[in-house]
């Protein structure tokens, strides 16, 4: 009858060990995915505020993204998979349960080491086992008195996915709103060699000039044309650099009353790239 005793305390044990575990891992896996769609948007709008701003070149878009990707991993690895992988054993449970239980539940390791009646030299002799199964009867009101709800501090996971869903209500709201500034701004993004402009006042078209470059003879002129429409200002800039320099050369051009413009290299001995920036827009790098 004693052995049947100890041996169903042992099965309780196992079975709020197991639902220790699997409370623990339903409130790791909230929070974790609390943080994780947390920081996800909250990272987002700065970075389209800021190509918005300032027209991100497209290496600087695939940073951004490639650091949105690294901190979204590294949170997920941290407050998710690596807490998740972690094998609680039996010991270790009730360990923490004993330390963090109110209500008195504070010896459920005794429990099982009495009810495995393993490494006690004191239970080789008879006094020493009817104490221990005085203090077994004792104890074994534990188990039913324990309420795993009250084990757990859920506040911070609860804080988490407020969190979370606050800034994703946030965003649909900007998504409703903002309109096409927000496909746009997801799309540079999430695309960094996305051609997709942000809307604007003023258009500089460059005309005769293929997206791959042209070629001109060594030592001839060559004549850059363009058309502005939209909000005209009066000069436009040509920012330009050839190999052999490095560094950029930027000069004002004046725009004709019909929105055309012209300027010529009057020498082309070695490769060169230029754009026009003028208003609110800025051409694409020939």
């Given at each position: 009858?004693?052995?049947?005793?100890?041996?169903?305390?042992t099965?309780?044990?196992t079975?709020?060990c197991?639902?220790?575990?699997?409370?623990?891992?339903?409130?790791?896996?909230?929070?974790?995915?609390?943080?994780?769609?947390?920081?996800?948007?909250?990272?987002?709008?700065?970075?389209?505020?800021?190509?918005?701003?300032?027209?991100?070149?497209?290496?600087?878009?695939?940073?951004?993204?490639?650091?949105?990707?690294?901190?979204?991993?590294?949170?997920?690895?941290?407050?998710?998979?690596?807490?998740l992988?972690?094998?609680?054993?039996?010991?270790?449970?009730?360990?923490?349960?004993?330390?963090?239980?109110?209500?008195?539940?504070?010896?459920?390791?005794d429990?099982?080491?009495?009810s495995?009646?393993?490494?006690?030299?004191?239970?080789?002799?008879?006094?020493?086992?009817?104490?221990?199964?005085?203090?077994?009867?004792?104890?074994?009101?534990l188990?039913?008195?324990?309420?795993?709800a009250?084990?757990?501090?859920?506040?911070?996971?609860?804080?988490?996915?407020?969190?979370?869903?606050?800034?994703?209500?946030?965003?649909?709201?900007?998504?409703?709103?903002?309109?096409?500034y927000?496909?746009?701004?997801?799309?540079?993004?999430?695309?960094?060699?996305?051609?997709?402009?942000?809307?604007?006042?003023?258009?500089?078209?460059?005309n005769?000039?293929?997206?791959?470059?042209?070629?001109?003879?060594?030592?001839?002129?060559?004549?850059?044309?363009?058309?502005?429409?939209?909000?005209?200002p009066?000069?436009?800039?040509?920012?330009?650099?050839?190999?052999?320099?490095?560094?950029?050369?930027?000069?004002k051009?004046?725009?004709?009353?019909?929105?055309?413009?012209?300027?010529?290299?009057?020498?082309?001995?070695e490769?060169?790239e230029?754009?026009?920036?003028?208003?609110?827009?800025?051409?694409?790098?020939?």
């Open positions: 009858e004693r052995e049947t005793h100890r041996y169903m305390d099965r309780q044990l079975r709020i197991r639902s220790f575990r699997g409370a623990l891992r339903g409130l790791q896996l909230q929070a974790g995915l609390g943080r994780a769609a947390a920081l996800a948007l909250a990272l987002l709008p700065p970075v389209m505020v800021l190509d918005w701003w300032v027209h991100l070149e497209p290496g600087w878009r695939l940073a951004a993204l490639l650091a949105w990707v690294l901190a979204l991993y590294a949170t997920v690895w941290w407050t998710l998979l690596k807490p992988r972690r094998a609680w054993t039996d010991r270790e449970v009730l360990r923490y349960l004993d330390a963090s239980a109110p209500g008195g539940a504070g010896m459920l390791l429990l099982l080491e009495l495995e009646a393993q490494g006690i030299q004191e239970l080789k002799r008879p006094e020493g086992k009817a104490l221990a199964d005085a203090a077994l009867r004792e104890l074994s009101a188990p039913a008195q324990l309420r795993m009250e084990v757990f501090v859920r506040g911070r996971v609860l804080r988490w996915l407020a969190a979370a869903g606050m800034l994703g209500v946030l965003f649909a709201l900007g998504a409703l709103f903002a309109g096409d927000f496909t746009i701004g997801m799309t540079r993004f999430f695309n960094p060699f996305s051609r997709q402009r942000w809307p604007h006042r003023t258009t500089i078209t460059v005769d000039i293929p997206e791959s470059g042209t070629q001109v003879p060594q030592k001839e002129p060559f004549t850059v044309k363009a058309l502005v429409t939209g909000d005209v009066p000069q436009v800039t040509l920012s330009y650099r050839s190999e052999s320099t490095g560094y950029t050369i930027k000069e051009i004046s725009v004709a009353s019909d929105g055309t413009l012209n300027y010529t290299f009057p020498e082309v001995s490769p060169l230029f754009k026009l920036i003028g208003g609110d827009y800025e051409s694409d790098t020939y």
